[in-house]
Nanobody, 124 residues
């Protein structure tokens, strides 16, 4: 029902910045809470951030607070993750996701639509 495609990943030096985009198709995302998750080699998928349908509520993992900013543009059917002051431990495949629930959540099992991921590599 909803297809999600991430873009904007790449290789950056520690301290650098990237902006990830998540473009949706199939139906508008304006009513869906959406989130970003990441998965590093050998580790479980972990929560990064989520945003409610209006953009008025945002939540971040402690590891990225003050460095990452989540936003959405419902008119463009797109969600973003601005990542600043990147660290080597941020290296992972980053996934965007959308939930059919009314509220966002830190648990990846509460998200029903997923993109294929985009690689972010931060060199030291």
């Amino acid at each position: 029902q909803v297809q999600l495609v991430e873009s904007g990943g790449g290789l950056v030096q520690a301290g650098g910045s990237l902006r990830l985009s998540c473009a949706a198709s199939g139906r508008p995302i304006s009513t869906y809470p959406m989130g970003w998750f990441r998965q590093a080699p050998g580790k479980e998928r972990e929560f990064v951030s989520y945003i409610n349908w209006s953009g008025g509520t945002t939540v971040y993992a402690d590891s990225v607070k003050g460095r990452f900013t989540i936003s959405r543009d419902n008119a463009k059917n797109t969600m973003y993750l601005q990542m600043n002051s990147l660290k080597p431990e941020d290296t992972a495949v980053y996934y965007c996701a959308a939930s059919r629930n009314l509220l966002g959540n830190r648990n990846p099992s509460q998200y029903h639509y997923w993109g294929q991921g985009t690689q972010v590599t931060v060199s030291s």
